[in-house]
């Protein structure tokens, strides 16, 4: 059984930062990629970041410049440092994980972004 658990979200004003963590245990092998979704309140869940194997990155036009997606293999953990962070980027945040028989998500974390 695969477990991911976020860390990392909370309240912050615009223009500041937050860093969120991930962290994959269980029967962890075999990790084709892992990625941040975000899901505001009536809207759907996108994907804003994607890291893979390799080491190259993929975001959402609407974070790109704006988040850094990172990752340490070794310890299986993901990192989405969010900078610039306006009312839009509020929502939950679900990390997620790629291996080559199923997708896994973890339960989100709440990124609020307010004055």
């Known amino acids: 059984q695969v477990q991911l658990v976020e860390s990392g979200g909370g309240l912050v004003q615009p223009g500041g930062s937050l860093r969120l963590s991930c962290v994959a245990s269980?029967?962890?092998?075999?990790?084709?990629?892992m990625g941040w979704y975000r899901q505001a309140p009536g809207k759907e869940r996108d994907l804003v970041a994607r890291i893979f194997s390799g080491g190259s990155a993929t975001y959402a036009p609407s974070v790109k410049g704006r988040f850094t997606v990172s990752n340490n293999n070794s310890k299986n953990t993901m990192f989405l440092r969010m900078d610039s962070l306006t009312i839009d980027d509020t929502a939950v945040y679900y990390c997620?994980?790629?291996?080559?028989?199923?997708?896994?998500w973890g339960r989100g974390t709440q990124v609020t972004v307010s004055s």
């Open positions: 269980g029967s962890v092998f075999g990790i084709y990629s």
């Open positions: 997620s994980m790629w291996t080559a028989e199923q997708q896994y």
